[in-house]
C-alpha cells in the first residue's frame, strides 16, 4: 500500500473539483494584473469557463501555424503570413456613399501601397470594378439585369459605381456595407498574423481560428503540427482524443500562466470527464450534469422542480448509484470507507 499515489475508493472528483477551484478563486484576482499579457493571450477566469462551458467561439481566438521541413525559412514564413492575413476593401480604400447621387466611391487609402506592398492593389479593384461592371443595366433589353447604372474606373484613384433610378435607397446602402467588407485576399477569420522562431523553426502566429481553410487552401502548412485555442475546431479537425489533450493543454496553462500550481491529473480528469462520450460536452445543464442518468443528481444542480416533475411523469427511478444522489438519500457513499462492507461472521463452534 506504501507505492499507492492514491488508494482505491479515493474520491478523485470531489479532490480534483477542489483542487481546480480553489485556485481559481485566486484567478479572479490575479487577473488584472497581467494587462499587457491578456491583450494577446486568452487569460485567468473568463478563460477556463469558457473552456469548462464549451463555448464555440473563444473571445480571443488564436492559430499556430507551423510550417513543413521544406518550407522552413523565414522569406518562406512571412509570405505565407502575409498570404493568409485577410484584407477587406475598406482596410486598401476610402469607400463612400453618396445616396443623393446615387453613387459609391472607392479611393485607394494614401497608405495603403506602404501597408500592403504585398498586393496589387490597383488590379484587385480593377476585379472588382469588373465584376459591378456586369451586374449592370443592358441597354439593349427592357429587361432588368442588375442594378447597376455605370462604372467608372481609375486606376490610380479607385471607381466610382452609379446606381439605376429605380433602386430604392435601402438596397444601394445594402449594396455599400456589402462592399466595405468585400475580401480582397486573405482567410477569413485570420488577422494580425507574425512570424516568430521557435527551436530553429519558423513559426506563424495569428489571431483567429479557421484552421480549417488554412489546411485547405495554404499547401506549405503543416496542418498536423497546427494547433489553435478553439477546442471545437481541434474536435472537428483531429477528433476527440486531440480535443481531450487540447482540454488539458488549455486547462494547465491558463493556470501556469497566474502562477497556480495545481496537478496535471486534476486536469486530466475533468478533460476526460468532457469527452467521455464521444463528443466535447460542458459541465452544465446542457452537458454533463443535464446528462447524468441519476434523476436526483439532475434535480441537485439546476431546475430542480422540471427535474422531478419530468421523472415523475415518465415514471423514471434512480438507482442510488452515484455521490449526490446517496447523500440525498441518506445512504453510505460508495466511496472511502463506505465502498469496504465488513460481515462478521461467528466461529463455528466445535461439536466437542
Same mark, same amino acid.
Given at each position: 500500500m506504501k507505492k499507492l499515489k492514491i488508494?482505491?475508493?479515493?474520491?478523485?472528483?470531489?479532490?480534483?473539483?477542489?483542487?481546480?477551484?480553489?485556485?481559481?478563486?485566486?484567478?479572479?484576482?490575479?487577473?488584472?494584473?497581467?494587462?499587457g499579457v491578456a491583450e494577446?493571450?486568452?487569460?485567468?477566469?473568463?478563460?477556463i469557463i469558457e473552456i469548462v462551458d464549451k463555448k464555440s467561439v473563444p473571445k480571443k481566438p488564436l492559430v499556430v501555424l507551423r510550417l513543413k521541413p521544406e518550407y522552413n525559412n523565414r522569406e518562406t514564413a512571412e509570405k505565407v503570413a502575409q498570404k493568409i492575413e485577410y484584407v477587406t476593401l475598406e482596410e486598401i480604400a476610402h469607400v463612400g456613399l453618396n445616396l443623393a447621387k446615387r453613387k459609391i466611391v472607392v479611393r485607394i487609402r494614401d497608405d495603403a501601397k506602404q501597408f500592403f506592398?504585398?498586393?496589387?492593389?490597383?488590379?484587385?479593384? $480593377?476585379?472588382?470594378?469588373e465584376q459591378k461592371e456586369k451586374t449592370k443595366r443592358s441597354k439593349k433589353s427592357k429587361k432588368k439585369t442588375g442594378?447597376?447604372?455605370?462604372?467608372?474606373?481609375?486606376?490610380?484613384?479607385?471607381?466610382?459605381?452609379?446606381?439605376?433610378?429605380?433602386?430604392p435607397y435601402k438596397t444601394i446602402y445594402k449594396e455599400y456595407e456589402k462592399l466595405k467588407s468585400h475580401k480582397i485576399s486573405g482567410i477569413k477569420g485570420i488577422s494580425m498574423a507574425v512570424v516568430t522562431e521557435e527551436d530553429g523553426e519558423f513559426v506563424i502566429k495569428a489571431k483567429g481560428d479557421n484552421l480549417k481553410d488554412v489546411a485547405k487552401k495554404v499547401k506549405e502548412v503543416d496542418i498536423t503540427r497546427s494547433y489553435t485555442n478553439n477546442i471545437m475546431v481541434i474536435w472537428e479537425l483531429f477528433g476527440?482524443?486531440?480535443?481531450?489533450?487540447?482540454?488539458?493543454?488549455?486547462?494547465k496553462e491558463t493556470y501556469d500562466l497566474q502562477g497556480l500550481d495545481v496537478d496535471t491529473r486534476h486536469f486530466g480528469l475533468l478533460a476526460d470527464a468532457m469527452t467521455y462520450h464521444g463528443k466535447v460536452m460542458g459541465v452544465g445543464r446542457t452537458g454533463l450534469a443535464g446528462n447524468k442518468p441519476s434523476v436526483l443528481a439532475k434535480a441537485a444542480y439546476e431546475e430542480t422542480i422540471r427535474h422531478l416533475a419530468t421523472a415523475a411523469a415518465k415514471g423514471e427511478y434512480d438507482n442510488l448509484t452515484g455521490v449526490t444522489e446517496?447523500?440525498?438519500?441518506?445512504?453510505?457513499?460508495?466511496?472511502?470507507?463506505?465502498?469496504?462492507?465488513?460481515?462478521?461472521?461467528?466461529?463455528?463452534?466445535? $461439536?466437542?
Open positions: 488508494t482505491p475508493g479515493e474520491a478523485v472528483g470531489i479532490v480534483a473539483a477542489q483542487s481546480l477551484g480553489e485556485p481559481g478563486t485566486q484567478m479572479t484576482m490575479r487577473t488584472f494584473h497581467y494587462a494577446h493571450v486568452p487569460t485567468g477566469l473568463p478563460r506592398a504585398h498586393l496589387d492593389i490597383p488590379e484587385q479593384l $480593377k476585379k472588382l470594378a442594378i447597376v447604372e455605370n462604372v467608372i474606373f481609375d486606376e490610380e484613384k479607385g471607381f466610382i459605381i452609379y446606381y439605376a433610378e429605380d433602386v476527440i482524443e486531440a480535443a481531450r489533450n487540447a482540454i488539458l493543454k488549455e486547462l446517496n447523500i440525498i438519500a441518506g445512504k453510505i457513499l460508495n466511496l472511502g470507507t463506505g465502498k469496504v462492507i465488513l460481515k462478521y461472521v461467528p466461529p463455528k463452534k466445535s $461439536k466437542e
